[in-house]
């Protein structure tokens, strides 16, 4: 492979070279002719030797098994190599935003990460926690972006992020009762008017029959509210999304959309039951808090996920509807991505996009096949609209491109181009933009950031095991699915890996890549980071089986980076907390949610669908 040029024009970015072959260099421009082969620009970043070896993908889930017990917080340590597989959860919105739309190359879906978009709370999909991540980088190899040194290359796991302002989407199990076998739902469920059960999920108000703030210690936050979910099929079900506003927070479960007021989870409007499952949603609202749901077209295995309708989070009131058409045999809308940019919502199909006006519905432009055989098969949205495009798929020029959308008009500001090879897997941020990408023949991954005109800033060299937590992608990949990770102007926030012992976040400097200060989980459990707020890192600490989770704020400038408790969940509910299989949660207004993303089909007992805390 030639080696770039000295003075980076803006262009494509260039996959790792074997150590032996030389230093990174700049991206070259897109359509343009390769480069001369000059020597290896001077003071270029070092990348990281070559891994040892990927982790094994598994099979996605179906669910899990009857009568197994439900860990809590944090999900199975089963990425596969280098793209995490999601069953259907969606991690966008509020943290682990759960968002289910999965992408090509078996990439993880969405959900949702901490970032600055204006999406929901936080969640993430059944996701698995990559191992692996970044080692300091070793000599002689370069990035996947051509030209420009990547952030980290290391071991092919998926070691994602998801930044912004949107829902995490955990996959765990619960512990409600392990003894017990767990029998199976019906598959065609009774769709229930609202969630029942405990709490006022029948419209009980401040109702606590199953007495979660029993015995509350001093200082510890209480539940304010708890709902049960409703009947999903046997198969289970996908709940994508959360979206929180100053009066109510708002849920999908299966065909039905729930909002219940903040302060006492009373029923802020009447559900919205839809005629089939939904499939996909915007994990962002808009500024007047527009939301846009999709459902399916029928009931069938054959249906397409291409009904659009939105709706007012502040009223429930149904808005414009339309159908997403497919354009071609392989452009399908079997799967549909959503998100908004401004006033833009943008429709993903498996090969090209649609772009419409948000609040009328109106069509705006289309983003199609380009250049040199180039789909965009991928999109992210929010601060930024960003789309991923795979290039000359059959042919020996193959690669993947990125682009920043205009989101009024879809003209490119600028494209980036990969080597042959190189995937990009997820989005860790959107602004900043923060690129995953991966490499199975390498058995690699890099990590780079980037500044304005997408040009290459950064890439990381911490040695750490990332644990970022990412769900299970099918039919296209999702660059949004993973939660775990945030992000501000100038800092990246990882979380290592651990399942039910203590890990610590660590800043990365975006400037440089290199490691700014760590903190760790001040209780013997894991901590994630959900988002920047006011100048302070937001973090939360999974329970443990006696003692409930913790919301933490985390200094980000200063010497000292020394968490302050801002809630302390109920030891009492700690059963309950724990018990979400796949969860999705958000910090807002001094409130924290916590909902599944995704409905087991187990009705043995009632499933959870949301729980709220509060002083």
Known sequence: MSQPPNQPPQGGFGAPQDPRQGGFGAPQPPQQPAPQTPPPPQGAPQAPPPPQGPPQAPPPPQGPPPGAPQSGYGYPQQPGYGHPQQPGAYPSGPYGQPQEQPGPYGYPQQPGPYGQQPAPGYGFPPQSQYPGAPGTPGSGSRNPFKGKPGLAIGAAVAALVVIGSTVFAVTSGGDDDPKKPVAQGSDDPKVSASPTGTGSGSGEGGADPENLNGGRQAGEAKVLWYKDAPDA??????????????????????????????????????????????????????????????????????????????????????????????????????????????KTLMAGRSQSGTAYDVNTGDKLWDKKRYGDKCFPDAFAGGEKLIAVASCDATGTNEHDEIQELDPATGKAKWTQKMDKGWKIARLFSIDPLVVYSTNEDKKGWNISTFGSGGKFRSQVGVDL????????????????????????????????????????????????????????????????????????LIAY???????????????????SHQPTKLLQNPAGAARIENGFFSRVYDWVDGRFYLASARLTGNDEAKEKLMLAFGK
């Open 541 to 559: 600490v999974k329970p443990s089986y006696d003692a409930g989770g913790q919301v933490l704020s985390i200094p980000v400038t200063g010497s």
């Open 465 to 536: 095991d990332i644990g970022v937590q990412c769900g299970w992608a099918i039919l296209e990949r999702n660059l949004g699915g993973c939660a775990g990770a945030a992000a501000d102007a100038d800092t990246l926030y990882l979380p290592t890996k651990a399942i039910s012992t203590a890990n610590e976040i660590v800043a990365i400097n975006l400037a440089d890549g290199k490691e700014k200060w760590r903190v760790k989980s001040p209780a013997d459990e894991p901590m994630l980071p959900m988002k920047v707020e006011d100048g302070k």
């Open 233 to 342: 099929p046997k198969s289970g079900a996908d709940a994508p999304g959360l979206w929180i506003t100053d009066r109510a927070a708002v849920k999908v479960a299966y065909k039905q959309l729930f909002a219940f007021n903040v302060g006492d989870g009373e029923e802020a409007w009447a559900p919205i039951t839809f005629p089939q499952k939904i499939c996909s949603v915007t994990p962002q609202k808009s500024s007047d808090n527009k939301i846009v749901v999709a459902y399916e077209s029928g009931s069938s295995d054959r249906a397409k996920c291409n009904q659009l309708q939105q709706v007012d989070l502040n009223t429930g009131a149904k808005g414009w509807k339309d159908t997403v058409s497919s354009s071609g045999l392989f452009d399908s809308t079997l799967k549909v991505e959503l998100s908004i940019t401004g």
